[in-house]
């Protein structure tokens, strides 16, 4: 049995995980979530990206919004607005429900992990759901608008701030999940999902520890860029605004020797020539279940295919 | 311009609050709430009284379910409660966003009487809601169950437990509310309306200072038994397991030297003769806007005819 750990952030990234969770059992695949872009709102600790996944393995996704949860409902945030309340941050009336669980789980002393386990389990989801770590680490967006916290750049500034970096606060004393350290005693292969570069894999990459602990492994990356545009989120537009070309080739080089592999959409199979590393392409626009599961199989198979990294 | 004090607890004497708010300008009228159902879920401060007295008078009550807000829909409590958190208190999304933005402004310093104010403005309401205290007072009842927060008494045990007695914890140091002492300086008659006697009535008339102070200001209390039966809420079955008759006259001999004057239900008109202070029988009953009113003004009638109070 091989066992792969899959890096991802929110809404893009959760619909590889997806797939992944078809084919692989929770012994053989757990997955890695970045937590910068948590944050604390109306006296909840919200987490977008392991909320994005939980709901997309639990199929209650909204999909019609493209973010959220399925059947949602607007009564709380539309009334708390007109109460005078900050309402720019759309929280549905079931998914407040999640964030107010979470909320009385850490209070009662669970850790973040424990909390996503809980409320995973609740949710019917038998896979693992890991926060990179337990200790808070926030992303901060250095933009033309000065230092911006994730969710003030992403939803209240709607990304309108051009980007200069990024960084990550906490993240030099945030201690890398334990589940994390021991799942990669044992570790066959990585897989980072289509997940922004800079805001939702970076953040985990910088975790004290972690590129030390995968040094053996192979790491392949879906590009989360497809014919110069970022399917979801402002990931394109940042790499404009951080002087890079938006294409799958300069997330490749983004990632850099972190790389065993690659896999580009086919719409940029031509770039194929210019990538120094195995990369291959194929249909990694996930529109249905079906296209998850695929490109699901298609990382396996290239992943078994690599040849093995050798310790430097 | 005469001017009056109401004393209400939550929905059933909201219904008289909203008959005097129709014939009765901000300046000639206050109401003053109990707070002892007041208190903390979900990292939430609830005061039941003030909400249902706010949603009353603007308007915005639930007249299908008889308790909490118009057009309120049950998202956030169901997934709470398929997520494993605490539901047994049924917060619907609308109620919830009141809550939160009260949270919001006793976090940013607010009192409880400044929170009310501004939710209030907000909801359009031009009259003064005003809490009893803005110390924590919190009824305790004394049960066949042991000593029960009130809320775990009313809602999470459907007052099913037998009470022997009711304590209001906080009431001694509590302090009575500056501009309800300021508004009895020049006030010319109180009206007690149909609410709860020991538990909607009682901690308000505990606090330090309010006897004191209506001393020379007529009083007079509307019945909320009716035909032996309270209209809303467990005033009956207390009375019945305080070894009282659940009866209109046994109300008016609870409150006893208290009241100048007594209204009871036209229903209850021969009780009238067992009353040893000016009582009259009227409709009290208030199931349109129309006889909300005609109470109201039934009780400014019977107040003004009533001999003034002499100081002992």
Redesign the interface.
């Known amino acids: 049995m091989a066992r792969y750990l899959s890096i991802t952030g929110g809404v893009g990234g959760a619909k590889l995980a997806v797939g992944l969770a078809q084919i692989l059992s929770p012994d053989e695949v757990l997955f890695a979530v970045n937590t910068g872009d948590d944050f604390e709102h109306?006296?909840l600790h919200i987490s977008p990206d392991i909320d994005s996944l939980s709901y997309a393995l639990a199929q209650e996704n909204n999909k019609e919004l493209g973010w959220g949860r399925a059947g949602?409902?607007w009564?709380?945030?539309?009334?708390?607005g007109?109460?005078?309340?900050?309402d720019w941050f759309r929280l549905?009336?079931?998914d407040?429900?999640?964030h107010?669980?979470r909320?009385?789980l850490l209070?009662r002393g669970d850790t973040l992990t424990q909390a996503t386990h809980?409320?995973a389990t609740?949710?019917g989801i038998p896979h693992q759901i890991v926060p990179m770590s337990d200790d808070p680490v926030r992303t901060i967006v250095h933009s033309d608008q000065g230092d911006l916290a994730f969710q003030h750049y992403f939803v209240k500034e709607r990304c309108e701030p051009k980007v200069s970096g990024f960084s990550f606060a906490g993240v030099t004393t945030a201690r890398l999940n334990p589940l994390i350290t021991d799942w990669l005693q044992d570790c066959d292969g990585i897989i980072i999902c289509p997940s922004n570069p800079f805001v939702s894999v970076a953040p985990l990459l910088a975790v004290p520890g972690f590129l030390a602990a995968i040094q053996s492994i192979p790491v392949i990356a879906v590009s989360p860029i497809v014919g110069g545009l970022a399917l979801k989120g402002p990931a394109a537009k940042m790499m404009a605004e951080l002087k890079m070309p938006a294409t799958a080739v300069a997330v490749a080089e983004y990632y850099d020797d972190l790389l065993s592999g690659f896999i580009l959409d086919q719409t940029d199979a031509e770039s194929l020539a210019l990538l120094k590393l195995p990369a291959i392409a194929t249909d990694t626009v996930m529109v249905t279940l079906q296209k998850s599961e695929a490109l699901a199989q298609d990382c396996l198979a290239f992943l078994a295919a690599l040849p093995r990294k050798t310790l430097i």
């Open positions: 109306l006296g949602e409902t009564q709380f945030i539309t009334t708390l007109e109460l005078g309340g900050a549905g009336d079931k407040l429900a999640l107010m669980r909320r009385q209070d809980v409320i609740a949710l």
